[in-house]
């Protein structure tokens, strides 16, 4: 990929930018279903899981903050590349794949791992 084929990746339909990370291809992983479907005339082989940026996580809160009970079910955590109805139609063995390979791509807050604490620089005597 060229540094002009990086550049018009990162600029989004939305004319914002979009950062390009050096490690892209760690990012995502498709995810292929063992009971694909086909939902409203769209056919549903695959899913992509993908780490999303911080501003995509706080925007993501912000909408399950100000969501009311009913609204929070159509909402789906902003790694899976599908909407809700897609989620909420896949077989059940495939939905639990999705959440197990969708770990991987969560923070580390959100797995329950926690980073090694910094050790104090002692000023020794």
Do not use: C, H, Q
Request: aromatic share 8%; hydrophobic share 35%; glycine share 8%.
């Amino acid at each position: 990929m060229t540094d002009d084929d990086l550049g018009a990746a990162a600029a989004a339909t939305d004319g914002a930018a979009r950062p390009v990370f050096d490690n892209e291809n760690r990012r995502s992983k498709v995810m292929p279903l063992e009971w694909p479907f086909t939902l409203n005339g769209n056919r549903y082989t695959e899913i992509r899981i993908r780490r999303v940026t911080t501003a995509e996580l706080e925007e993501y809160f912000e909408r399950m903050d100000a969501a009311s009970d009913g609204e929070k079910k159509k909402l789906v955590l902003p790694i899976f590349d599908a909407p809700a109805e897609v989620i909420g139609a896949l077989d059940p063995d495939d939905s639990d794949n999705l959440t197990k390979e969708g770990r991987d791509f969560l923070p580390r807050r959100f797995r329950g791992e926690t980073e090694p604490a910094s050790t104090p620089v002692s000023g020794g005597k």
